[in-house]
Nanobody
Framework: QVQLVESGGGLVQPGGSLRLSCAAS????????MGWYRQAPGKQRELVAT???????NYVDDVKGRFTISRGNAQNPVYLQMNNLKPEDTAVYYC?????????WGSGTQVTVSS
């Protein structure tokens, strides 16, 4: 059983940056597709970015050019660098690992963008 734990969230002013990390207990192989999702108050959880085992990335239009997803090692399999943050980026951010029928979620880290 794999557990994912996010870190790196916090309060930041508009235009600021944060780097989210995802730690895995139980290793995550490079075969997994890793992703970041977010859920704002009163809204559904939405995809932010994914990265495949081969390194192919995919971003939601709102974050293109501002966010960068990258892979790490088996214990820290994915990161999300967030630049030029906007108030509408405020949400709980979740790490996700997916391989065929195996899907794992973290419990989330809060990101608040406010002056």
């Amino acid at each position: 059983q794999v557990q994912l734990v996010e870190s790196g969230g916090g309060l930041v002013q508009p235009g600021g940056s944060l780097r989210l990390s995802c730690a895995a207990s139980g290793s995550i192989s490079m075969l997994y597709t890793m992703g970041w999702y977010r859920q704002a108050p009163g809204k559904q959880r939405e995809l932010v970015a994914t990265i495949s085992g081969g390194g192919r990335t995919n971003y939601v239009d709102d974050v293109k050019g501002r966010f960068t997803i990258s892979r790490g090692n088996a214990q820290n399999p994915v990161y999300l660098q967030m630049n030029n943050l906007k108030p509408e980026d405020t949400a709980v951010y979740y790490c996700n690992a997916r391989l065929t029928t195996k899907i794992y979620w973290g419990s989330g880290t809060q990101v608040t963008v406010s002056s």
